[in-house]
């Protein structure tokens, strides 16, 4: 089974989506609100995410994804 590809457009409304339903429309809002106010340290947020994961498992995971 191959993994579909998604558009920019079905990726932002599947994020919004999942912020709704993970937070609420309040908070989802608020978080994305925050998102556009407030700088992002995009590589502070990718040390936390893959904290513990060597590169090698991290690619690991990319390929099992790909494949569905």
Do not use: C, W
Request: glycine share 6%; proline share 1%; net charge positive.
């Amino acid at each position: 089974m191959q993994t579909k590809t998604m558009d920019d457009a079905e990726i932002k409304f599947k994020g919004i989506e999942a912020l709704n339903k993970t937070l609420g429309a309040a908070a989802a809002l608020r978080f994305l609100t925050m998102l556009h106010r407030e700088p992002t340290d995009y590589v502070e947020i990718s040390r936390k995410l893959y904290e513990g994961q060597t590169i090698e498992e991290i690619f690991e995971r990319v390929k099992k994804q790909r494949k569905g």
